[in-house]
């Protein structure tokens, strides 16, 4: 894998959960790591659901191997830094090695729109 192709900064972020002092269970994200990768989206689509129209594209994130990847996570991209509003969230759907080699890895991801990241349960 080629070093120029990596030019997108991203943060890879897990799920934690924290018990609090009077039992509530709270979720929050935890950074994993923050690395070089390309950010590249493949396609997108609005559709109607629930009287609101809401968008989703879907992105490759292709980054050198790291063990310990998997569909639990979620990518942190900000495509300006240093401007406020430019912050994506992705979704990680399928965790590829490409060509099981070890030397790098396609994230097949989900962006989220405006209504945030929406978590199902698993």
Partial sequence: ????RLRHRITLQRRVETTELTGEV??????????WASVEPIAGREYFAAAQVSSEVNTRIRLRYRPGLNEKLRVVFVSEPGSPGL????????VINWQERDRE????????GAEGF???GS
Avoid: K
């Fill in 118 to 120: 929406a978590y199902d």
């Fill in 105 to 112: 890895v396609h994230l097949m991801c989900r962006q989220r």
């Fill in 1 to 4: 894998m080629r070093a120029g």
């Fill in 26 to 35: 709270t979720w929050s994200w935890a950074d994993v790591a923050e690395v």
């Fill in 87 to 94: 912050v994506h969230y992705y979704d990680v759907l399928s």
